[in-house]
């Protein structure tokens, strides 16, 4: 629910919007449209079944499973495995389509999790039932995966902000969508801020191993950091629903092991990998089984489960791994969020002369003015504001949804300017648009111990896109080749 309500609130996905859904038309009419896709879809269907085109057809699944949602939340009834499916390839039918805009860590999260919770679901008309162990170790292995993976992939990353404890002096001012507290965050002692990134590589790395454990106490001490750890990430900065989820998949970790009946499976764990590779062995004809497991022992190092932790070359199980990652079913997560020192910030301007003045374009929730107070904003997520974080880090050429956001300002498409605060040119429109880049910083309260007036100061820093006008040459056939205006327009 949390996830769909505001794809479905975002109106630009339009056959002329900024993020409108990549289609390869051939002919005119909407039986013979063909949708670019991964896996499963059910796009093409509701397209061609209902004669609708292809926004009006995921505004429309996307309101069946805004209603299937509610019912799931408010009616028992409705939590069985079905439900959880339609909704899983609901939102798998918004994601392939929703390109740059829906592929975020969480979004990959909330698929994979999704298809997790068809397993545990119960079957419909037969009444609750426990889940079974195996669905409920998918959960703390994908919990497992989510957390180790995410203090490990910053160690990996040999970046030095993370090696030095010091990644925390940047990022509460370089993450997206800082909130009010990260700002008072930022003023907190270094030694403090160093302190806190080594207690979350403890959190991260060393207490997820715990989840496994047979002994529940041992579990419950690495539970509650976790829960720690996601409620601070919240007050600090706005990534909508990620964190709610995570917090989510750490509830298995508290489940009994006499429910769980964890013991058995790490007997399997301790035995199989090595003993496997053993009766592997064992099939060439030998004058002694001693003699053979003593070799076998020292040749396969099984003191140490080497088995367990060797990178291994199966090909078999490479293929079986990438059918499920294109089936959205399981997925890498290694980002590492590491900023630079400051926020670079790209401000959009517009104006009706070309010596000015320029006026600025102010989003829903990135920074954009000195003296606007940061603000909690989840569980929602302005996709706008967020892509326009990642479009500050690199060129506007490498970003085409970027120059799709011009087109649309510039003709004050109604779908795209209400995403921002404010049009600045309702009564009449600008006749150029350009972009300058500059980097933000947090103020200071200053040697009497009082806070400015601002939350932020900036340098600029260079022209990030030159003006461009309406009737721009080559702006229109470049959205047309990138998929973001099409040649063939359905009524």
């Not at 489940?255 to 764990?269: A, R």
Request: glycine share 4%; charged share 15%; net charge positive.
């Amino acid at each position: 629910l949390l996830s769909m309500c505001p794809i479905f609130i975002l109106k630009n996905y339009r056959e002329m919007d900024i993020g409108s859904i990549p289609l390869v038309i051939s002919g005119s009419s909407r039986e013979v449209c063909q949708l670019k896709q991964e896996g499963l879809n059910i796009l093409p269907i509701v397209i061609n079944t209902l004669h609708l085109a292809p926004s009006y057809a995921l505004q429309f699944i996307l309101i069946c499973g805004i209603l299937l949602s509610s019912l799931t939340f408010i009616f028992d009834s409705f939590r069985n495995t079905i439900s959880y499916f339609c909704l899983w390839i609901i939102h798998l039918s918004a994601f392939q389509v929703g390109g740059v805009f829906l592929w975020f860590q969480w979004d990959t999260l909330l698929l994979e999790s999704g298809a997790i919770c068809i397993l545990l679901a119960n079957l419909p008309f037969i009444g609750a039932t426990s889940a079974d162990n195996i669905s409920l170790f998918l959960i703390r292995w994908l919990c497992f995966r989510l957390m180790f993976s995410s203090g490990l992939v910053k160690l990996l990353s040999h970046c030095p902000l993370w090696w030095n404890l010091a990644a925390l002096d940047v990022h509460f001012e370089s993450q997206c969508i800082p909130t009010w507290i990260a700002y008072y965050a930022h003023q907190t002692q270094k030694w403090l801020r160093h302190l806190a990134v080594a207690i979350t590589f403890y959190i991260l790395i060393i207490l997820p191993p715990m989840f496994f454990l047979p002994l529940k106490t041992l579990r419950t001490y690495a539970f509650f950091p976790q829960i720690l750890l996601m409620v601070l990430i919240m007050l600090t900065g706005n990534y909508n629903f990620f964190n709610i989820i995570c917090a989510l998949l750490c509830l298995p970790i508290l489940v009994s092991s006499n429910e769980y009946n964890f013991c058995k499976f790490f007997i399997f764990i301790n035995s199989f990998v090595p003993f496997a590779s053993i009766s592997k062995s064992a099939k060439s004809a030998i004058p002694s089984k001693i003699v053979h497991l003593h070799d076998s022992l020292n040749y396969l190092q099984l003191t140490h489960a080497y088995g367990l932790f060797r990178r291994f070359y199966s090909r078999f199980l490479f293929e079986i791994f990438a059918l499920f990652l294109y089936k959205h079913l399981v997925r890498l997560y290694l980002k590492s969020m590491t900023g630079a020192h400051g926020r670079p910030e790209v401000i959009i301007e517009g104006s009706y002369d070309a010596e000015g003045p320029w006026i600025p374009f102010h989003f829903y929730a990135k920074p954009g003015r000195l003296d606007e107070m940061p603000r909690f904003i989840i569980p929602h997520q302005p996709r706008l504001d967020w892509q326009m974080w990642f479009a500050a880090l690199g060129a506007y050429q490498q970003n085409p949804f970027f120059i799709s956001l011009i087109y649309h300002l510039l003709r004050n498409n109604t779908d795209v300017t209400y995403l921002m605060k404010k049009y600045p040119f309702e009564r009449k429109l600008p006749t150029l648009i350009r972009a300058q880049l500059y980097f933000y910083h947090y103020t200071k309260p200053n040697h009497r111990g009082e806070w400015p007036k601002n939350y932020w100061m900036r340098n600029f820093q260079e022209e990030y896109m030159p003006p461009i006008t309406m009737d721009h040459p080559g702006v229109l056939s470049y959205l047309q080749q990138n998929g973001f205006v099409l040649k063939v327009i359905f009524n």
